[in-house]
């Protein structure tokens, strides 16, 4: 700590690289200290209006006097309040009845610490979906702009990482954005479903309510109603504990956790790619690679893509846990752990959006290496349109086959022991059995016969599946994302 008088060394303290290096200022800030409190403070002016205009003894001028008060947060104030009180809550009515004393008898009344802790939870919850919704179908957009582009390029197919039959760089890009895609929907089922956790009292039974409106139990949910529509929420959960239900950060999370997957594998995808030199992240003019082979190249947005996702994927083992063991109403052992994974998942999952839209912006594809593979690969591949051909023009497909099998091994003999190139089509052209389809073998090779429907799917899948889930975010297309690290 620093002496009296002398300003503290913030970088002798530790700061979480998830908002000191990498997030973005929205969503950092929705996870703020400013934020939480300023929306306690709205929360408390909600119940009190409510209250008032279902007959309780509240004034205009307090109402006034709260409105006027809830951005003006004593923060000194309310940690020398809470170092006394140990109660995060009750620090923070007292810093807030202290500007605002014609209001203080009325501050927090009727009210649980989860009055304002948990529908504060969930707002934030809320405005993170909102925050991250926009920044998935950014990537989308421009990975379906890069789908569109490449749809009918051919490229080497890939199962178990072992040559296959091909595809295109274009229908590649789609099995990505269909993942994402599935995301896009999960997170705005999972934002559409919250709801507010209302005006419950201490156990969820309402009973503080109910005495102050004197039994009248319709006053009593018409007061959960109002407030629950003035904090933008359609519905609230109608039982609570003292919580809300600790399995809704569960399903929170597990869409998070689903979106890191995707995220993962994709990035995955690209690192592979770059090790085949056939497509690239962006690489700046002066960006270094490594501080020792000075020729390094290395995809380090999607390493880090990767990185972050694990982190991301692991932190819905917390909310597990935590709602297995929410003994009746609530346990306290919930509170901590709350604090740093719910953050962390939002922030991550935000860093991770931020990161793959830069690169689906500037991803570079290198035509000639992905021609050159298929070379490499297509001989083999063009076998059975080889065989097929024969037997048209008179031939036997066994003597066919076997002339083809003693040729093709020949042939991998040479890429394999001798490290030459595929050289299986010289072998066929200079075999007296294949003059018929001499001719024909230009024709048979064209990468373009090999791609089956690839161009007219991506083009399907792009107008009928992401077009349409995309349209509510059109206004949010705009603006590159430079990345500040």
């Not at 929205?26 to 306690?40: C, I, L």
């Not at 009190?48 to 006097?65: F, H, M, N, P, V």
Request: proline share 4%; charged share 25%.
């Amino acid at each position: 700590m620093a002496a009296p008088g002398e300003k503290e060394d913030v970088m002798a303290r530790y700061r979480s690289p998830l908002v000191s290096r990498y997030a973005s200022a929205e969503m950092a800030y929705n996870f703020s200290e400013r934020k939480k409190f300023g929306t306690w403070r709205r929360l408390w002016l909600y119940l009190a209006e409510a209250e008032k205009s279902l007959g309780l003894l509240i004034t205009d001028e307090q109402i006034r006097e709260m409105e006027a008060n809830l951005d003006n947060i004593d923060f000194k104030m309310a940690a020398e309040e809470e170092k006394k009180l140990r109660h995060d809550v009750m620090a923070h009515v007292h810093t807030f009845a202290h500007c605002c004393p014609k209001a203080a008898a009325i501050i927090h009344l009727g009210a649980t610490s989860c009055y304002v802790g948990d529908n504060t939870d969930l707002i934030v919850l809320r405005d993170g979906f909102n925050l991250l919704l926009p920044k998935l179908a950014r990537v989308i957009s421009r990975l379906a702009n890069f789908a569109e582009k490449y749809a009918d390029m051919p490229a080497l197919g890939f199962t178990h990482y072992q040559p296959a039959q091909l595809t295109t760089v274009g229908k590649r890009c789609c099995l990505w954005i269909q993942d994402l895609c599935m995301d896009l929907q999960n997170l705005e089922r999972a934002r559409d479903d919250l709801r507010f956790r209302g005006v419950k009292g201490t156990t969820g039974t309402q009973a503080s309510f109910l005495q102050l409106f004197e039994g009248d139990h319709s006053k009593v949910e018409e007061l959960d109603r109002l407030v629950t529509a003035k904090a933008g929420f359609k519905r609230a959960y109608m039982v609570t504990g003292q919580t809300y239900s600790r399995k809704v950060d569960i399903g929170v999370l597990a869409v998070l956790a689903s979106l890191g997957a995707s995220i993962h594998k994709i990035c995955t995808d690209i690192r592979l790619l770059a090790n085949l030199k056939e497509i690239e992240e962006p690489f700046e003019k002066d960006q270094i690679g490594s501080s020792a082979m000075p020729y390094k190249r290395n995809p380090m947005r999607s390493e880090r893509c990767c990185s972050l996702a694990r982190h991301l994927m692991t932190l819905v083992m917390d909310p597990l846990q935590t709602a297995a063991v929410q003994w009746f109403e609530r346990t306290l052992d919930d509170s901590a752990n709350r604090r740093v994974c719910l953050a962390e998942a939002f922030l991550t999952a935000d860093i991770i959006l931020s990161t793959l839209q830069n690169v689906s912006e500037g991803l570079v594809v290198y035509p000639k290496v992905i021609e050159r593979r298929i070379r490499q690969e297509l001989p083999f591949m063009a076998t059975e349109n080889i065989i097929m051909a024969m037997v048209k023009a008179g031939g036997n497909r066994q003597d066919c086959h076997e002339k083809i099998r003693v040729l093709s091994q020949q042939a991998a003999a040479v890429v394999k022991q001798e490290g030459g190139d595929n050289d299986f089509i010289a072998r066929v052209c200079a075999d007296p059995y294949f003059s018929p389809i001499h001719k024909q073998l230009d024709s048979l090779l064209d990468p373009s016969s090999f791609i089956g429907r690839a161009p007219q799917q991506v083009a399907k899948f792009l107008k009928e599946e992401v077009q349409p889930v995309l349209i509510p975010y059109q206004s949010e297309m705009g603006g590159k994302i430079e990345l500040a690290l």
